[in-house]
């Protein structure tokens, strides 16, 4: 099967937002929600001073940890990209804590990311985020050609930028967005070494193999519980009866009684 990536030069992002915008209105995202953030940042102190354009966004891992912890497979591997599909999703967040790069969101119920505009690209079409990108900062293909332009670039970005690298090549399995990066990792908000955190490592091991078990047993609690709760409704019908009838079958006070209630 044919894997597909993103390439991300940013040697040549220069953050306008312009893939920003493009994902939210292509892909009608909720107001509050957003695929792409940029960000800028300086570090050193002059002349010494560095800066760049933070571009955070799903970096689909081929390792991809939150798709190892999804318990219904809302989150999935398709062509290289990890796609989603939120009609399934039961927001149990378990790929928040799972994810290395800190990407999915939970709003409304449902989990968000990027999924490669996975519909467009299906009917032909280029994702939103590449189509807009004013100086070729991103590109799409398949993942060997994305990598052999990705390693021309950086053979000329290293002429003026000796630390530049790849980045994505092999970490957390390799990645479907290759990134160039012209310092180290750590000034875009990166982990040198993305690691599956022990969380994942425990779900894989221990809570995963259960879960069919626990699934079972649930729906057993589950419906005792409602025996339990439809019995004591019932109870309580029966009893609010019985003090009903037994109200209308007291005898009507005499009159002295009620004048000496009344006195």
């Known amino acids: 099967m044919t894997s597909y990536a993103f390439l991300l030069d940013l ?102 990311k990027c999924d490669g505009c996975a519909d467009v690209v299906k009917a032909g079409g280029t994702p939103w985020c590449v189509k807009t990108c004013p100086n070729r900062a991103l590109m799409y293909g398949e993942r060997s050609e994305i990598m052999a332009e990705a390693k021309r670039r950086l053979a000329k970005l290293q002429e003026r930028y000796p630390e530049a690298r790849i980045y994505g090549e092999t970490e957390a399995g390799g990645l479907g967005v290759i990134m160039i990066l012209p310092n180290e990792p750590e000034q875009y908000e990166l982990p040198a070494q993305p690691q599956i955190s022990g969380f994942t490592g425990a779900w894989q091991k221990v809570v995963q193999p259960a879960s069919l078990g626990l699934t079972g047993l649930s729906l057993v609690v589950t419906g005792l519980a409602a025996i339990i709760a439809r019995r004591a409704h019932l109870k309580e019908e029966e009893l609010l009866a019985e003090q009903a009838s037994a109200q209308e079958n007291a005898p009507a006070p005499s009159e002295e009684t009620q004048d000496e209630q009344a006195a």
């Open 11 to 112: 040697g040549k992002c220069i953050g306008c937002q312009a893939c920003v915008a493009a994902c939210k209105i292509g892909n009608e995202l909720p107001e509050d929600t957003q695929y792409i953030h940029i960000d800028e940042f300086t570090s050193g102190r002059y002349p010494q001073v560095k800066g760049g354009v933070i571009n955070h966004r799903c970096y689909h891992c081929t390792d991809a940890a939150c798709v190892a912890v999804c318990p219904t497979g809302a989150l999935f591997k398709e062509n290289g990209l990890t796609r989603v599909n939120d009609d399934i999703c039961s927001a149990c967040g378990y790929c928040l804590t799972a994810c290395p790069f800190k990407v999915p969101q939970l709003i409304n119920g449902h989990i968000h």
